[in-house]
Antibody, heavy 120, light 109 residues
Framework: QVQLEESGGGVVQPGRSLRLSCAASGFTFSSYGMHWVRQAPGKGLEWVAVIWYDGGNKFYGDSVKGRFAISRDNTKNTLYLQMNSLRAEDTAVYYC?????????????WGQGTTVTVSS | AIQLTQSPSSLSASVGDRVTVTCRASQGITSGLAWYQQKPGRAPKLLISDDSSMVSGVPSRFSGGGSGTVFTLTISSLQPEDFATYYCQQFNNHPYTYTFGQGTKVEIK
């Protein structure tokens, strides 16, 4: 079945780095754009970044621009999020999500999330 | 960037009630609006795309409507499994961003 599984979360000190991974299965990963979306404790959803199906374009939310980098390895069916210069406000559950095919610009498959805690 | 404002932020309703959640955009949306359902401790689930297109497997009691700057999600007869938080979402390519509303929590009365 179609599945996304995040990993790499944990507790990290402010200013340090962390890399998240998202393993995809059950669909042709290289045909889909992919997102990272986060949710701070008790808060709503915040879009973080998107990467096109071939990695040719990447876009970021304002709060992470210049600090986070999204990438993918289509040979490994894996999405990544490199997070640098982490701040307390980056503490959240991070979800990877698949962009729907077509023109709807929605996220039709989600992983279960991985928790990142930035604290000294 | 386009801002999305949902109302109400929370509501209490009973099983069988008709419930409507509104999402207002700060500018007209041309790329379509989506709705998601999220239950505590779970990932969001796509319910509706392109303003009113139902996702396969979503019960028919859910419907989406609206255009321009005002959109609605309606649950025609609330069921126990519908108690959750609902988010609207839109995409804009100038600048290239995806935006979520702040969420509407539907609670049991």
């Amino acid at each position: 079945q179609v599945q996304l599984e995040e990993s790499g979360g944990g507790v990290v000190q402010p200013g340090r780095s962390l890399r998240l991974s998202c393993a995809a299965s059950g669909f042709t990963f290289s045909s889909y754009g992919m997102h990272w979306v986060r949710q701070a404790p008790g808060k709503g959803l915040e879009w973080v970044a998107v990467i096109w199906y071939d990695g040719g374009n990447k876009f970021y939310g304002d709060s992470v621009k210049g600090r986070f980098a999204i990438s993918r390895d289509n040979t490994k069916n894996t999405l990544y999020l490199q997070m640098n210069s982490l701040r307390a406000e980056d503490t959240a559950v991070y979800y990877c999500a698949r962009e729907s095919l077509g023109f709807s610009s929605t996220m039709d498959v989600w992983g279960q999330g991985t928790t990142v805690t930035v604290s000294s | 960037a386009i801002q999305l404002t949902q109302s109400p932020s929370s509501l209490s309703a009973s099983v069988g009630d008709r419930v409507t959640v509104t999402c207002r955009a700060s500018q007209g949306i041309t790329s379509g609006l989506a709705w998601y359902q999220q239950k505590p401790g779970r990932a969001p689930k796509l319910l509706i795309s392109d303003d009113s297109s139902m996702v396969s497997g979503v019960p028919s009691r859910f419907s989406g409507g609206g255009s321009g700057t005002v959109f609605t999600l309606t649950i025609s007869s609330l069921q126990p499994e519908d108690f959750a938080t609902y988010y609207c979402q839109q995409f804009n390519n100038h600048p290239y961003t995806y935006t979520f509303g702040q969420g509407t929590k539907v609670e049991i009365k």
